[in-house]
C-alpha cells in the first residue's frame, strides 16, 4: 500500500512514454484510442513514443454533439459524459477493429479499444471535471474482450493540466491491462503511476467480461480507499458500484456510521427514526432523499482499519439486502463526512448518531492533529444545512439518557445549548426500549461461539443470510 504523503508513487519502473513505446514494439497488440472532450492526449503518447505505426491503428475525436451521436448513439439521459457512453464507444471502436483488421493482421494479435468521454475544466464556466475512461482487449488472440473501466474526477485547475493528467492515466490504463491483469490491485495501484497525488481521484472501477469474471467488483473497489485513489466509495441498494457525485446530485443526504458487523435491529431503528425526523425538514422528503450506512475504515477507535475486504464486502452486502445505500470511507471525523457531502450537494445533511458518538464529537481528544482543533472541528461540522440527529440509549439507573440529558464537561455547556436551541442537534426516540439491550459486538460473539439468542436481535433475513453464507465466523453450536 502506499504513503499518502508520497507526492507521485509508481508502481512501475517505466515513465509513461516508455511504457507506450513498450506497447508500440510489441507488435501482438494492436488497437483504437477515441477520446472527447479533453484533447488527444492519450494518442499523443503514443505517437511522441516513436514506432506508433506499430500498435495504434486509429485515433479520433468527436468534439461536435451531432457527430458523436451519428458515430455512437444516443444513450439513455442523453448524457454525454457517462459510463453509458463509453461502453457504446468502446462497444463500436472494438467492432471495428476486428471488422477491419482482424484477417490481414498476424493470428497472435491481441485487439484493444480505448475510449474516454471526458468534461474538463470550461473557460467559460466552473463545471464538474470528470471524465469516463476505459479500455477493452483481448487477454488472448481470439479470445471474447474483457473490460475496465473507472469514473475519475480531476482536481487540477486548468483544462490543460487535467488533459495532461488523463493521458497520463489513459496510457497506465492500457498498459495495466495488459501487463497487470492477473492482479487487480496492482492495475488500480499503478492507475496513478507519474501522476502527482491528489491531481485525480478514481471513484468507481468496474471489471467486466469472461476474463475478470471471478472479480467482485464490491471488493475491488474498497482498493481504491486503500491505495489513496479515493477517500470513499459507494453502493445503491440493489449492490451496484455507484458514483458518488451521480447518487449524491441535487439530493438531502441522512447517513449513519456504524460498525455494522452484523446489521441489528438497533441498527435499522437508528435509520428507521431519522429518517423519520429528517423528512420533518422543509424541503425533504423520501423522493429527494439519500440515506447512506456508512462505514468507516479509519474510525476514532481504528476498529476497521485492517477488516479483510471480504469482512467489509459481507456488511455492505446485509445493509444492501435490507434496501439501504452503502458509503464506505476512510474519514474518521464527522465534519470531514460532511465537507464530502458538500463537494456534490447543497441540500440539507442529517447525520445520526448515539450518545456515545455525541461525547467524542465534545471531546478534545477527538481533535487531536486538527489545527484549530474543537473549534475548527465544530466549525466545519455546522454551516449550512447540517443537522445531527442523536438517537438515546439506556439510562443505568433505569429509563433512558436523551440528548437534553448529555452530560458535558462545563465549558462545553453553553456551545452546546447554542446548537440544540439553534436546531443543530435534535433528539430522535426509540421505538422499542428492548433495542437497548442489543450490542453489536455481543451479537458477533455469540453467533461465532453458536450461543445465545442473537438471531432475534438482528432482522430475520439477515440471520437467514449469516447461516446460509456462514458470514462473520458463524457457529452453529452443534
Not at 498498459?175 to 485525480?200: F, N, Q, V
Request: hydrophobic share 40%; aromatic share 10%; proline share 3%.
Amino acid at each position: 500500500m502506499i504513503n499518502k504523503k508520497e507526492k507521485i508513487h509508481s508502481v512501475s519502473s517505466r515513465t509513461t512514454k516508455k511504457k507506450a513505446l513498450r506497447i508500440n514494439l510489441d507488435d501482438k497488440k494492436y488497437g483504437t484510442i477515441v477520446e472527447i472532450g479533453a484533447g488527444q492526449e492519450v494518442a499523443r503518447t503514443f505517437f511522441r513514443a516513436g514506432a506508433a505505426a506499430g500498435s495504434i491503428a486509429k485515433t479520433m475525436s468527436a468534439y461536435d454533439m451531432q457527430f458523436s451521436d451519428a458515430i455512437y448513439g444516443v444513450q439513455k439521459g442523453h448524457r454525454y459524459v457517462s459510463k453509458a457512453r463509453v461502453k457504446a464507444m468502446m462497444d463500436k471502436e472494438f467492432e471495428l477493429v476486428i471488422e477491419r483488421v482482424a484477417d490481414i493482421r498476424p493470428k497472435t494479435s491481441r485487439f484493444f479499444a480505448y475510449a474516454a468521454t471526458v468534461a474538463a475544466k470550461s473557460w467559460k464556466r466552473d463545471n464538474e471535471c470528470h471524465a469516463w475512461c476505459g479500455v477493452r482487449i483481448q487477454m488472448y488472440p481470439g479470445a471474447e474482450p474483457s473490460d475496465i473501466i473507472v469514473h475519475v474526477r480531476m482536481r487540477d485547475k486548468s483544462a490543460e493540466l487535467q488533459q495532461e493528467a488523463l493521458g497520463t492515466l489513459g496510457v497506465n490504463l492500457i498498459y495495466a491491462a495488459y501487463y497487470y491483469y492477473e492482479d487487480p490491485k496492482t492495475i488500480i495501484d499503478s492507475l496513478t503511476d507519474s501522476i502527482e497525488h491528489g491531481r485525480l481521484e478514481i471513484d468507481s472501477i468496474s471489471f467486466n467480461g469472461p476474463y475478470f469474471e471471478e472479480i467482485d467488483n464490491h471488493g475491488v473497489n474498497l482498493n481504491l480507499i486503500r491505495y489513496w485513489k479515493t477517500r470513499a466509495v459507494m453502493f445503491y441498494a440493489n449492490g451496484e458500484v455507484a458514483v458518488p457525485a451521480e447518487m449524491l446530485y441535487k439530493k438531502n443526504v441522512l447517513t449513519i456510521r456504524g460498525s455494522f458487523r452484523p446489521v441489528t435491529k438497533l441498527n435499522v431503528d437508528m435509520i428507521e427514526q431519522g429518517m423519520a425526523a429528517f423528512t420533518q425538514v422543509e424541503g425533504v422528503n423520501a423522493n429527494n432523499t439519500i440515506a447512506l450506512a456508512e462505514i468507516s475504515l479509519n474510525d476514532a477507535l481504528g476498529n476497521d482499519t485492517g477488516a479483510k475486504e471480504s469482512d467489509i464486502i459481507a456488511r455492505a452486502r446485509l445493509l444492501n439486502s435490507l434496501g439501504y445505500n452503502v458509503m464506505i470511507s476512510d474519514y474518521t471525523r464527522y465534519f470531514s463526512l460532511r465537507a464530502y457531502f458538500r463537494q456534490y450537494t447543497q441540500k440539507q445533511i442529517g447525520i445520526v448518531l448515539g450518545i456515545n458518538n455525541m461525547r467524542q464529537i465534545f471531546d478534545p481528544a477527538f481533535y487531536r492533529g486538527v489545527k484549530g482543533g474543537m473549534l475548527e472541528g465544530f466549525g466545519k461540522l455546522f454551516p449550512d444545512n447540517t443537522r445531527l440527529y442523536v438517537y438515546p440509549e439506556a439510562a443505568p439507573e433505569g429509563g433512558q439518557t436523551t440528548y437534553q440529558d448529555l452530560m458535558l464537561a462545563e465549558e462545553f455547556k453553553h456551545l452546546y445549548h447554542h446548537l440544540v436551541v439553534n436546531g443543530f442537534i435534535k433528539g430522535i426516540e426509540c421505538s422499542d426500549p428492548n433495542l437497548f439491550n442489543i450490542y453489536s459486538r455481543e451479537v458477533l460473539k455469540n453467533l461465532q461461539q453458536g450461543n445465545g439468542d442473537w438471531q432475534a436481535q438482528v432482522p430475520e433475513s439477515v440471520a437467514e443470510r449469516i447461516i446460509a453464507d456462514k458470514m462473520f465466523g458463524y457457529h452453529d453450536g452443534r
